[in-house]
């Protein structure tokens, strides 16, 4: 009997999820990136292991009306240090949005909630921002799936049964 039952290519084939942070109804900063962080880990998967990589994409659009509670916009601090003393500057989240944009407040609050190991960088890699090209590839809207119209096949059926009336 075969020791990899149910690892098969097909399974770890991955998928595109769009997420929308534009909306009306769209949770805090925090909810969104922890429900990220489980799409680009694939712990959705029956599959999953925590040593492989069978996550999927995520597009994340309209990333400027990223919503946090409370004060964060004033009072979450983002810090980088260049390794020299003295260098250690700090932003509030507000001013990483006005520089860097939403997409980078998102990015680093998914990097935090994905474990620290060798695959947080080739996960993180499958997280796109706004502007972005894979209309073709999405499958996935907001975890439904959307419906497919109906192909120019059945149409002609419908037209010949029509004919035998």
Known sequence: MSQTVGRTRLAYARSWHHISL???STPPLGRVASQIAILLMGKHKPI?????????YVVATGCT????????????????QTTR????????MEGMIRKWGGGEV????VSGMLPKNRLRKPRLERLKGAAHPYK????????????????????KLRISVAKLD
Not at 85 to 92: D, E, I, M, R, V
Request: charged share 35%; net charge positive.
């Open 22 to 24: 534009s909306s009306s």
């Open 48 to 56: 999953w292991d925590p040593s492989t990589d069978c996550g999927d």
């Open 65 to 80: 009306d990223v919503y946090a509670t409370g004060k964060k916009l004033q009072q979450k601090l983002y810090y980088k």
């Open 85 to 92: 003393p003295g260098a250690l500057k700090s932003l509030n």
């Open 106 to 109: 998102l990015k680093r609050a």
């Open 136 to 155: 073709e590839n999405l499958v996935r809207f907001d975890g439904q799936i959307p419906r497919r119209e109906p192909r120019a096949k059945t149409e």
